[in-house]
């Protein structure tokens, strides 16, 4: 497969990509996550807003698979369910109509549940079909690949030759402990006063659990609903951003830049892919 990485973000897709092919061309706007990109995978992305390319300059690359993961806001739970009237669509809705002039020969797209049943998907599904491509839509989590970790997400799977869904694995997930840091940042515990606050909403696990909640984009900022708290004998701490990356299955060498924020690591994270879901997902092609 020659791919193009759409939203590209951390580069989650072209790390479950493996050798199943290479990246000719990778698009985000954002500049934290093209220095991280670049960084860990050697190849800087294009810094170009998505709704404004054109078909022209997506061909030139001879890519034969789109693989992406477009903006989740306007299909989560706990948006404002918008779909495709959302502002953060456009891009997602712009490609759809280079994908009705010229499709790809595969794509896979990754998103929350919400996207499953949306004006998005029926679009996408109908742009599919017109092109006489096969469709499969899948839902996995991360839990079920031995990571500890909530995160289902769902795929839309489409080639020009018949899909079979395959079966998802069953592994046990295993303790938190396996994921954690050697040191701990002290700067993650929670202060007293902030823990009094919120500790009515939030969610506890400890070293010896095996599971842990999604965590979004604003792990770093806010508190209910934005991921599991670590309770240790030293009192309550977020987890470091290194330790969601490793429940995402990114790879053991992944780093940021020295100078990105702890909030910008766990925004990018928030809106990373799990690498074992997502390398599932790709060889149904």
Same mark, same amino acid.
């Given at each position: 497969?020659?791919?193009?990485?759409?939203? $590209?973000?951390?580069?989650?897709?072209?790390?479950?990509?493996?050798?199943?092919? *290479?990246? %000719?061309?990778?698009?985000?706007?954002?500049?934290?996550?093209?220095?991280?990109?670049?960084? +860990?995978?050697?190849?800087?992305?294009?810094?170009?807003?998505?709704? &404004?390319?054109?078909?022209?300059?997506?061909?030139?690359?001879?890519?034969?698979?789109?693989?992406?993961?477009?903006?989740?806001?306007?299909?989560?739970?706990?948006?404002?369910?918008?779909?495709?009237?959302?502002?953060?669509?456009? &891009?997602?809705?712009?490609?759809?109509?280079?994908?009705?002039?010229?499709?790809?020969?595969?794509?896979?797209?990754? +998103?929350?549940?919400?996207?499953?049943? $949306?004006?998005?998907?029926?679009?996408?599904?109908?742009? =599919?079909?017109?092109?006489?491509?096969?469709?499969?839509?899948?839902?996995?989590?991360? $839990?079920?690949?031995?990571?500890? +970790?909530?995160?289902?997400?769902?795929?839309?799977?489409?080639?020009?030759?018949?899909?079979? %869904?395959?079966?998802?694995?069953?592994?046990?997930?295993?303790?938190?402990?396996?994921?954690?840091?050697?040191?701990?940042?002290?700067?993650?515990?929670?202060?007293?006063?902030?823990?009094?606050?919120?500790?009515?909403?939030?969610?506890?696990?400890?070293?010896?659990?095996?599971?842990?909640?999604?965590?979004?984009?604003?792990?770093?900022?806010?508190?209910?609903?934005?991921?599991?708290?670590?309770?240790?004998?030293?009192?309550?701490?977020?987890?470091?951003? *290194?330790?969601?990356?490793?429940?995402?299955?990114?790879?053991?060498?992944?780093?940021?830049?020295?100078?990105?924020?702890?909030?910008?690591?766990?925004?990018?994270?928030? +809106?990373?892919?799990? =690498?074992?879901?997502? &390398?599932?997902?790709?060889?149904?092609?």
């Amino acid at each position: 497969m020659r791919v193009l990485e759409l939203f $590209s973000g951390l580069g989650g897709w072209r790390c479950a990509l493996g050798d199943r092919g *290479s990246v %000719a061309a990778a698009y985000d706007v954002s500049e934290a996550a093209n220095a991280t990109y670049t960084l +860990n995978h050697g190849q800087r992305p294009k810094a170009r807003e998505l709704a &404004a390319v054109p078909l022209a300059e997506l061909a030139a690359h001879g890519a034969d698979t789109w693989l992406l993961s477009p903006p989740c806001q306007p299909f989560c739970r706990m948006g404002k369910h918008q779909g495709l009237e959302d502002r953060r669509c456009r &891009a997602f809705r712009h490609l759809l109509d280079l994908f009705l002039e010229a499709p790809p020969e595969r794509l896979v797209l990754e +998103n929350v549940r919400g996207f499953l049943g $949306s004006d998005a998907h029926v679009l996408l599904s109908e742009r =599919i079909r017109a092109h006489g491509l096969h469709q499969l839509d899948l839902e996995a989590c991360p $839990s079920r690949f031995g990571l500890p +970790n909530q995160r289902p997400r769902v795929f839309v799977v489409a080639g020009r030759h018949p899909l079979t %869904a395959r079966r998802l694995p069953d592994l046990p997930p295993r303790p938190l402990a396996d994921f954690l840091d050697a040191e701990e940042d002290e700067g993650l515990y929670l202060r007293p006063e902030v823990l009094a606050r919120h500790r009515h909403g939030l969610d506890f696990v400890t070293p010896e659990d095996h599971r842990s909640t999604c965590f979004i984009g604003g792990y770093g900022q806010r508190f209910v609903g934005s991921g599991s708290f670590l309770r240790t004998e030293r009192g309550v701490r977020r987890f470091a951003p *290194s330790e969601v990356a490793r429940l995402l299955g990114l790879p053991k060498g992944f780093r940021f830049p020295a100078e990105l924020s702890l909030e910008a690591r766990y925004r990018l994270l928030g +809106n990373g892919l799990s =690498i074992p879901v997502a &390398a599932w997902a790709l060889d149904h092609l």
